[in-house]
């Protein structure tokens, strides 16, 4: 099945020319080798390839995000934050945002470890766009979700399109990227995430077989598995996946440990944004 389809998904339009950010039509676009059925997805999803434009100047004072339809308009003006705790959040982004100088940001770490979570806040506070690295080839795919992707054309197929993806973003930006776990073992994606900042998102394994537990291995087919205990089973798979890949997230440029304070949402934003600064300063 794998040989048959296209090695990418020729994410080629939704990133203009000139290196800008993308623009509200800059949609994707889909490869001409897909099988037929393929063809007819992409047939029916090739309006949904649209990546919201970066919110420099905060007009609608809201955030472009591809996981935003089910979210409140703005974390931060959802409550999860005290007033006082949005203010010292701001108002570190605005210390960092002349050493940021609209580099992008990747958040790196292991299934589960709050990437996308993280992302999106991060995003907000320091008024970037956000976006999730297996969106994309979700979207590229058709909406094809990342276990079907897995299902049908295998592992190495979904790698090829996350580099692909990887370096489509490398010339963007103000993105706060939220890649998946296992973007890290390619060196080539590392070539390209160099050109923004990354932050690995380090959690203790037990807490990530804890959290993938409580919400199912579903959309996560490396941790796939049959019946029996679940947190033991995701607990020794994830064990497996972090002996091959501990080494390679330390590529990344910042590392913020979760390990004492992962209960404490403000800690953790304003912790990854003195990491962040920290690294700029050097
Ligand atoms: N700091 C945290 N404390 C507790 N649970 C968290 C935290 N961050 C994320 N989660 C939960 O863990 C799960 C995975 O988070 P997610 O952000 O999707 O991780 P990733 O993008 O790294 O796979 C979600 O159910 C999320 O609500
Ligand atoms: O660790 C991995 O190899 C993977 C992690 C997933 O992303 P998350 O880290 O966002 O779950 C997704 O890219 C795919 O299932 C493979």
């Not at 623009?23 to 889909?30: A, L």
């Not at 990227?177 to 998102?201: C, D, E, H, L």
Request: aromatic share 8%; charged share 25%.
């Amino acid at each position: 099945m794998e040989a048959r389809v296209s090695k990418s998904l020729h994410l080629t339009t939704w990133i203009s020319s000139d290196n800008a950010v993308p623009t509200m039509s800059n949609s994707m676009r889909f490869g001409t080798t897909f099988e037929k059925k393929k063809r007819l997805d992409m047939l029916k999803c090739n309006h949904l390839g649209t990546i919201k434009p970066a919110v420099g100047h905060r007009q609608a004072g809201l955030k472009a995000s591809c996981t935003s339809q089910n979210s409140p308009a703005s974390i931060l003006e959802s409550g999860t934050f005290t007033a006082e705790e949005d203010l010292v959040l701001k108002k570190k982004s605005k210390e960092i945002e002349p050493y940021l100088s609209g580099r992008c940001i990747y958040l790196v770490g292991m299934m589960g470890s709050g990437k996308t979570t993280i992302g999106q806040i991060l995003s907000e506070v320091l008024d970037y766009s956000f976006v999730d690295s297996d969106k994309l080839i979700e979207r590229a795919a058709g909406e094809t979700p990342v276990a079907d992707i897995f299902r049908l054309y295998g592992e190495t197929f979904f790698r090829d399109n996350e580099t692909e993806v990887l370096h489509k973003l490398s010339s963007m930006h103000r993105f706060v990227i939220s890649t998946g776990g296992g973007a890290v073992v390619r060196p080539i994606n590392w070539k390209y995430m160099q050109k923004g900042i990354s932050i690995f998102i380090d959690v203790p394994l037990d807490a990530l077989a804890q959290r993938i537990t409580a919400v199912g291995t579903a959309s996560r087919p490396l941790l796939h598995h049959g019946s029996g205990d679940a947190y033991a089973q995701t607990f020794k798979r994830l064990s497996l996946l972090w002996e091959e890949r501990s080494e390679a997230y330390t590529n990344a440029s910042v590392r913020v440990s979760l390990e004492r304070m992962y209960t404490l949402p403000f800690l953790t934003y304003i912790h990854s944004l003195v990491q962040i600064e920290e690294y700029l300063k050097e």
